[in-house]
């Protein structure tokens, strides 16, 4: 053996045998056992129909609910380029490109002292959202100025399937209220009568009473059948038949 060869010999099993250079090994390994996990989330909504907007939401977390920022990429949304999300959170956008529902995956890339490779995935739930039809309201006027109502509508999904085990609330209008339905600044001009679950034909109805003073807000303010579960923008008019 060369001598320098023998030196480097002999040196290194001084360091081994010193316990030197044990801890090169030891510390790589350290450094790869100390990433921290990371807990990640995607939900999503939206997305009812074709050509209906959708949106993801993505969450990264880490052991003590620390915000983990870094890349994420992205399937079923966007255009594969690889997203970075700021403070634990991302929120993007995309368009239904059909009826079905979209799947949308996160594979976290990773970030400084964080494991990577976390997967998560999330779907839309479309044909979800109800159109009410618009059937009249019967008002029928009792002896001692007694008014009964009897109202009813039928709900129907994008493609004009009946939808069963809709909550649908029913409203008449304060006739001085001039808004759309929905949140209200006070006082609260609407009145609700009743609330039913449509039937496995789409079919919601109920009836409820007042006095005769209501005939008013029915004529000039209106009925209202309403989407109980996001009723902000899901709701429809009713015409109102009176009789005696």
């Not at 059937?135 to 009946?162: I, M, Y």
């Not at 989407?227 to 902000?232: E, K, R």
Request: with cysteine; hydrophobic share 40%.
């Amino acid at each position: 053996m060369h001598p320098f060869q023998q030196l480097r010999h002999v040196l290194l099993v001084l360091a081994l045998a010193l316990g030197v250079a044990a801890p090169v090994a030891l510390t790589t390994r350290a450094a790869a056992d100390d990433l921290k996990p990371i807990t990640l989330t995607v939900s999503v909504s939206g997305g009812d129909h074709v050509g209906s907007t959708f949106s993801a939401v993505i969450q990264v977390h880490g052991p003590n609910q620390e915000q983990v920022a870094g890349d994420v990429a992205l399937t079923g949304v966007g255009d594969g380029t690889p997203v970075h999300e700021q403070y634990g959170y991302l929120q993007v956008f995309g368009t239904a490109p059909s009826n079905d529902p979209v799947t949308v995956t996160a594979t976290f890339l990773g970030a400084p002292g964080y494991e990577s490779g976390a997967t998560a995935s999330a779907t839309t739930k479309p044909l979800q959202q109800p159109t009410f039809s618009a059937e009249p309201t019967v008002a029928r006027v009792k002896p001692g100025l007694k008014l009964t109502l009897t109202l009813s509508t039928h709900a129907t999904n994008f493609v004009g399937a009946p939808m069963a085990g809709v909550p649908v609330v029913f409203t008449i209008r304060d006739a001085y209220e001039q808004g759309a339905p929905g949140p209200q600044t006070e006082p609260i001009r609407w009145i609700e009568i009743c609330t039913a679950y449509t039937d496995a034909n789409g079919l919601a109805t109920c009836g409820g009473s007042g006095l005769l003073g209501s005939v008013a807000s029915l004529l000039t303010g209106g009925a209202y059948a309403t989407w109980a579960t996001q009723p902000w923008g899901n709701f429809t008019k009713l015409p109102v038949v009176v009789s005696g």
